[in-house]
């Protein structure tokens, strides 16, 4: 059975948008879960570049620090601190 060619593109259309829309709304929740990994280095420079990076984004990375601050993990609660400093 063959397929017209417009209904291909129909199908790839709603596909790629479809992508593209979630990836926005996961993007910003990968973003700080990479950060959280980096927090978590034992390198000082390294966390010292991620809070830097936390504190430019303060408004969107509130919900994760309030996060970070009741996590058992003590790298990511003092991470937290002093981004809010």
């Known amino acids: ?18 992508l593209a829309i979630g990836g926005f709304f996961i ?3 990968l973003i700080y879960a990479y950060y959280e990994y980096r927090l978590e280095s034992e390198n000082q420079n390294v966390r010292a570049q991620t809070i830097a990076k936390i504190v430019s ?11 970070w ?15 809010l400093v």
């Open 1 to 18: 059975m063959k397929y017209s060619l417009e209904l291909k593109m129909l199908i790839f259309i709603i596909v790629f948008f479809g």
């Open 27 to 29: 993007r910003r929740t």
């Open 69 to 83: 601050l009741k996590s058992p993990n003590e790298k990511l609660n003092f991470a937290a601190c002093d981004a």
């Open 57 to 67: 984004d303060r408004e969107f990375a509130m919900p994760f620090i309030r996060r």
